[in-house]
Each structure stands twice: as C-alpha cells, then as structure tokens.
C-alpha cells in the first residue's frame, strides 16, 4: 500500500479529486489517499471577536454588556461556534473522501486544528505515509518567501510533496449545486 497525505485548504472538488487519482493512476502499487482539512479554532475566534468589542471606545455602553459576560458564557458560545465549524469541516471532509471514493479509490481523513503541517507530520508517521500532496489557492507572498504550506511541508518531511493548486471553476459550480 502507497499513502498519499492530501493537505487542503477547502474541500476537494471533483476536478481536483480526478487530477489527484489521475497522477497515481498507472502507479504499480495500491494507493491510498488520506485527506486532511485544517478547521478553525472557534474559540480562539469568540474570544478574539469580545476581546475586539470589549476594547473598542466605539461601542461605548456595549462595551460594560460584553465586559461582565461570564466565563461560562464565553465558553458556552465557543463551545457552540466550534461544534458548527467542526460539523462544517466534517461534510466538507466526507465530501471530499466519497470524491476519491467515486473513482474507486481508498481514502479516509481528517479534521484538525492543530497548525496543519504539524498533523499532516503526525498523520503521515502513524500510517507510513510516502508522499504529500498539498492543494491550495495561489499564495504568491507566501511561496516567494517559502513559508506556504508545501515549502513547511518539504522542510518538516523526508517524502516528496507535490503542490497544486485548485481547479477554482468546479468548485464554484459544485458549491451551488450542491
């Protein structure tokens, strides 16, 4: 068995997932594909967001109504902010291994919060992954300084990483439709 980590940005298209297979498709042995999709830390955001209001002179009376919200309250509105991004992430992933799937392939994958090199690092010694395909939007700041998400990956992995980027047209089509 050959495993592919896959790190992406959003949920794989099916432009993307058959360009993916395609590259493995005369490949001598299995392949498997492990799809990775970084998800946001809700709470860190809620927090920010009433840290930002809280601060703000412009809110004026606003700013004493979030000032005396309890830490309860704080963590029951991220506790709830994290379960419908962790929910999103989750269709997007399952979304994006029944793609692989539908060209009858063997995928699985995950969601993460942790900076998404360090569990694709983590990902790949548990399953003895080979090779690392990162697809992304362009990121013409970040490549040129090598601090985008294949220049980490190369520098953190003894595997090969291909980067791609997204086939931004079906996407646009299949999140319409679907």
Known sequence: MYDVMILVEEEL????????????????????FHVVIPCEDAKTQVEASLTDLAGSDLFGMATQRYAVRTDNEVRAAADEAQRAVDAQATEA???????????DREAEGLITRKHPIGEVVDYIER?????????TRP???AELLHVD?????????????L???EQHQDSITERTSS
């Open 13 to 32: 298209s099916v432009a993307d997932a058959e360009r993916i297979v395609q590259l493995y498709a005369d490949f001598p042995q299995r392949v498997k």
């Open 93 to 103: 992933l399952n979304r994006s291994v029944g793609r692989l799937r539908s060209f």
């Open 127 to 135: 399953v003895n992954g080979q090779e690392v395909v990162v697809l």
């Open 139 to 141: 990121h013409v700041i």
């Open 149 to 161: 998400w294949s220049a980490q990956a190369r520098r953190h992995l003894g595997v090969p990483v």
């Open 163 to 165: 980067h791609l980027l």
